[in-house]
């Protein structure tokens, strides 16, 4: 059974950094597509970054690239968003997600069987 386990939001300022942690446990990180979302209230879930499990390569929203970086670690079966100089509009409820093989489809949500309870990040102007 595939777990998913977030952490590390909290409440910054704009301009500030965080960093999200999702621990997998049930498959390894370097054989499972891996991605965030993220969900306003009253807003649709929204795809933010991705990690293919072959070869890491990596996918972005055109609002955060450039300030978000999506890594992983196999040692520690973890998967990461660095999310840097954030904006107010960054507020949502943010969510790892897991595939078990990549797809062109990467930034649909209905394409992952897998996901974290969320975590919230709030960013205050």
């Known amino acids: 059974q595939v777990q998913l386990l977030e952490s590390g939001g909290g409440l910054v300022q704009a301009g500030g950094s965080l960093r999200l942690s999702c621990a997998l446990s049930g498959r390894t990180v370097t054989s499972s597509a891996m991605a965030w979302f993220r969900q306003a209230p009253g807003k649709e879930r929204e795809f933010v970054a991705a990690i293919r499990e072959s070869n890491g390569a990596t996918r972005y929203l055109d609002s955060v690239r450039g300030r978000f970086t999506i890594s992983r670690d196999s040692a520690k079966n973890t998967v990461y968003l660095q999310m840097n100089s954030l904006k107010p509009e960054d507020t949502a409820t943010y969510y790892c997600?897991?595939?078990?093989?990549?797809?062109?489809?990467?930034?649909?949500?209905?394409?992952?069987?897998?996901w974290g309870q969320g975590t919230q990040v709030t960013v205050s102007s």
């Open positions: 997600a897991s595939r078990s093989y990549w797809t062109t489809a990467y930034n649909l949500a209905r394409n992952y069987a897998d």
